[in-house]
């Protein structure tokens, strides 16, 4: 099976860094996009950044100048680099990922990963 498995979360005061990690695992044929998103209780989900195999990047509004997101091809690794974070950030992060699983006949899935939280606060 295939999973996305998600750390680098924690608590950090407004102004800090933090950087989180996401490892695609299983029998993979490619990956397309891959992205973060966010969620507060409340609120929908909001795609936070995402990153095409071709490295091409897109963020949302709030995050552009702070938010640097890369990855890893032959690691099949996506990072979310996070600086100068305000307490607004704060929410749970998850992993998605458009990929081919080796083998299959149905095309493209949308994998997610379990979520890790980050806390802004002083």
């Known amino acids: 099976q295939v999973q996305l498995v998600e750390s680098g979360g924690g608590l950090v005061q407004p102004g800090g860094s933090l950087r989180l990690s996401c490892a695609a695992s299983g029998r993979i044929l490619s990956i397309n996009v891959m992205g973060w998103y966010r969620q507060v209780p409340g609120k929908q989900r909001e795609l936070v950044a995402h990153?095409?195999?071709?490295?091409?990047?897109n963020y949302v509004d709030s995050v552009k100048g702070r938010f640097t997101i890369s990855r890893d091809n032959a690691k099949n690794t996506v990072y979310l680099q996070m600086n100068r974070l305000k307490a607004e950030d704060t929410a749970v992060y998850y992993c998605?990922?458009?990929?081919?699983?080796?083998?299959?006949?149905?095309?493209?899935?949308?994998?997610w990963g379990q979520g890790t939280l980050v806390t802004v606060s002083s």
């Open positions: 990153i095409t195999s071709a490295g091409y990047t």
């Open positions: 998605n990922a458009d990929l081919i699983p080796a083998g299959s006949t149905l095309g493209y899935l949308a994998v």
